[in-house]
């Protein structure tokens, strides 16, 4: 199976950045695509960003232009730089991996989960 850690979260406040890690071990040969998804209180889990092992990226519309996403295949390592921070990023971001040749910012089919790291943005 595949373990994900994430770190990197903390307190900043709006206008901010921060960049979020997660680091991938164990059985990730298969794994296509690999994305950020986060979940504030009393809010369903929303996707985030994901890249493809083609390096192909999608991001939410809620965090296009401020967030990006990247690997580091050579530390089995994935990121997320956040930059101009709002409160409304505020939740726990977790890592997720998918096996397969598609890839969609949807929690079906992400089937290998972090703990997730807590990010807060206060204004």
């Known amino acids: 199976d595949v373990q994900l850690v994430e770190s990197g979260g903390g307190l900043v406040q709006a206008g901010g950045s921060l960049r979020l890690s997660c680091a991938a071990s164990?059985?990730?040969?298969?794994?296509?695509?690999m994305a950020w998804f986060r979940q504030a209180p009393g809010k369903e889990r929303e996707g985030v960003a994901y890249?493809?092992?083609?390096?192909?990226?999608n991001y939410a519309n809620s965090v296009k232009g401020r967030f990006t996403i990247s690997r580091d295949n050579a530390k089995n390592t994935l990121y997320l730089q956040m930059n101009n921070l709002k409160p409304e990023d505020t939740a726990m971001y977790y890592c997720?991996?998918?096996?397969?040749?598609?890839?969609?910012?949807?929690?079906?089919?992400?089937?290998?989960w972090g703990q997730g790291t807590q990010v807060t943005v206060s204004s």
């Open positions: 997720a991996a998918k096996s397969g040749t598609v890839c969609f910012l949807l929690e079906t089919g992400f089937k290998n």
């Open positions: 164990g059985s990730i040969v298969n794994v296509y695509c």
């Open positions: 890249i493809t092992t083609g390096s192909t990226t």
